[in-house]
Nanobody, 132 residues
Framework: QVQLADSGGGLVQAGASLRLSCTAS???????????MAWFRQAPGNERVFVGG????????KYADSAKGRFTISRDNSKKTVYLQMNSLKVEDTGVYYC??????????????????????WGQGTQVTVSS
C-alpha cells in the first residue's frame, strides 16, 4: 500500500513563493510511477478543489484557471516525489493542500484525472496561509 506525505506549506505574505513536496512510500511505491498525481486545495467550509495535476509520463499537466501562469507541477519518478511550485501567491490561495494519486494508468501515460473521486491515496495535507 502506498502512503503519501506532503510538506512545504507555511505562512507567507502575498506575492511570495512556496514549493510543496509530496513523497510516496510503502511496499508498492514502484507502482506510483504509473499514477497521475495532483494537488488539491481545501479552504475552510469549502470542498476540496483541483489545483494542478500531472500525468505519469510527466509530459502532460493541467491546472485550475486560478493557478495558470503562477503554479507549476512537476514530478521526479526516481524520487517518487511530486512538487507544486507556487509563485505570486494570493490571499485566496490560502487553504490546506493535499497531494493525491490516481491510477494506475499503465496504457495511458498522458491521462490527468480532474475529479477528487478519481484519486486515492491522499496525503495528510499541508497548510498554506497567505496574508495580505
Amino acid at each position: 500500500q502506498v502512503q503519501l506525505a506532503d510538506s512545504g506549506g507555511g505562512l507567507v505574505q502575498a506575492g511570495a513563493s512556496l514549493r510543496l513536496s509530496c513523497t510516496a512510500s510503502g511496499r508498492t511505491t514502484g507502482r506510483i510511477n504509473r499514477y497521475c498525481m495532483a494537488w488539491f486545495r481545501q479552504a475552510p467550509g469549502n470542498e476540496r478543489v483541483f489545483v494542478g495535476g500531472i500525468s505519469w509520463s510527466g509530459n502532460t499537466t493541467k491546472y485550475a484557471d486560478s493557478a495558470k501562469g503562477r503554479f507549476t507541477i512537476s514530478r521526479d519518478n526516481s524520487k517518487k516525489t511530486v512538487y507544486l511550485q507556487m509563485n505570486s501567491l494570493k490571499v485566496e490561495d490560502t487553504g490546506v493542500y493535499y497531494c493525491a494519486a490516481a491510477g494506475p494508468y499503465n496504457y495511458n501515460p498522458e491521462y490527468v484525472a480532474l475529479q477528487p473521486s478519481e484519486y486515492g491515496p491522499w496525503g495528510q495535507g499541508t497548510q498554506v496561509t497567505v496574508s495580505s
